[in-house]
């Protein structure tokens, strides 16, 4: 059953999938890429501070076998000195560690970033359970990273072999010279054995970086049901993201009766479509639609119209162009803008000849290609590319 669900998990993991894992406390690390930045950086503290640290060393060791009469005879000088020499000692040892400890932090901020969370800090009880614990031993996961530690022991012991076997004379005979000349060899051959430790260690990091990354996306990747959950989750439920539509398309059409006022014409087909027209020369390249509607719609529209003096034409083919090709808020296609203008001139004139400025034209019977017209369907599709809106 978990493999059957494994194998179901085939899709990558969703940014709020990752977010909540790094909430929970997971992510990237590895432990290759920590090893090597804090050796390079024991390896740079050596070398450019290897003989300061020595020199302050030293001078504690001298400092603490250094006794005389005076100083033995005195009540309490064991615990004065002690405390001196350990504040001398930390001294020099205390911005060391320090400086490994910002590598390993850094390390860690370099794969998986910065992560701050309590989340690990809460007690696990099934992690105290030993079965659960060999469990995790011999999964595949488990037996890499088993794997993958042995060889890299195996790999590192064989490199300090390899240069304590053709150095191990040279230590034996710094015993015979000043302790300043056998710290300072101690510390140049120290330094050249952690410089092939560090090249071995780059190459693991360099493979466990990318392979640690791949491996967590894995371990996020969901099913098809974990997707649709979460999408769920994100937006709701179906009933409540119908509500919010409805009230959506409620505002929406209130906004649109309010401008039918404002229109200079409402072409209607006599009743299932209403399509209100506004233009004005010198802003507008061409008329706008301000409200369309179909059926009660319509009729809503056409009483607005009536109510606010706007002139309703009865012209069925070019309301029923405007109602499919035209967008509510847009300009109308440049196919229409020749019936659009024919229909506009008669309600100019109209208004013309009722302020007594001219004679009532005749209704105007507008041109629309029959492409255009809706009812047909097949020579609307072979030339849909005349429905494209001007540009501005």
Not at 90 to 107: E, N, R
Not at 184 to 205: E, K, N, Q, R
Not at 305 to 322: F, G, I, M, N, T
Request: hydrophobic residues 50%.
């Amino acid at each position: 059953m978990a493999d059957a669900q494994a194998q179901d998990r085939n899709l990558p993991a969703s940014a709020k999938k990752i977010k909540r894992s790094r909430a929970e406390g997971q992510v990237p690390r590895s432990r290759d890429l920590v090893h090597l930045l804090v050796m390079a950086t024991a390896g740079m503290v050596l070398a450019f501070g290897g003989g300061l640290i020595a020199d302050k060393l030293s001078h504690v060791f001298h400092a603490g076998l250094s006794f005389d009469a005076a100083s033995l005879g005195r009540e309490g000088v064991m615990s004065e000195r002690l405390a001196a020499l350990t504040l001398e000692s930390a001294g020099v040892l205390l911005p060391v560690c320090g400086a490994l400890s910002l590598a390993a932090v850094l390390a860690n901020l370099a794969l998986g970033g910065w992560n701050w969370t309590w989340k690990p800090l809460v007690p696990t009880f099934s992690h105290l359970n030993p079965l659960n614990g060999l469990g995790r031993m011999f999964t595949g996961a488990g037996l890499g990273q088993a794997l993958k530690a042995a060889l890299l022991a195996l790999v590192l012991g064989v490199i300090g072999a390899l240069v304590l076997k053709d150095r191990i004379a040279s230590y034996v005979g710094i015993m015979s010279v000043p302790l300043p000349q056998a710290l300072a060899y101690a510390g140049h051959s120290i330094l050249g054995g952690l410089g092939f430790l560090g090249i071995a260690l780059a190459v693991f990091a360099g493979i466990d970086v990318p392979l640690q990354r791949t491996i967590y996306m894995r371990r996020l990747r969901m099913t098809r049901e974990e997707a649709k959950q979460e999408l769920k989750d994100s937006e709701g439920s179906p009933e409540v993201r119908n509500r919010i539509r409805a009230r959506m398309r409620e505002m929406a059409r209130r906004r649109m009766l309010a401008a039918v006022p404002k229109a200079d014409l409402v072409v209607m087909n006599p009743t299932h479509y209403a399509v209100a027209l506004r233009y004005e020369e010198g802003r507008m390249t061409a008329p706008k639609v301000v409200a369309k509607g179909a059926d009660l719609l319509a009729l809503k529209i056409r009483d607005l119209a009536k109510e606010s003096k706007v002139p309703v034409l009865q012209s069925p083919v070019l309301a029923r162009a405007l109602y499919a090709h035209a967008k509510l808020d847009h300009e109308i296609p440049a196919a229409l803008f020749t019936a659009v203008a024919q229909v506009l001139a008669y309600v100019y004139q109209l208004k013309n000849a009722l302020a007594g400025r001219g004679r009532v034209p005749d209704e105007p019977r507008p041109h629309v290609p029959p492409e255009l017209d809706p009812h047909n369907k097949p020579q609307a599709a072979e030339d849909a590319d005349l429905f494209e809106e001007p540009e501005a």
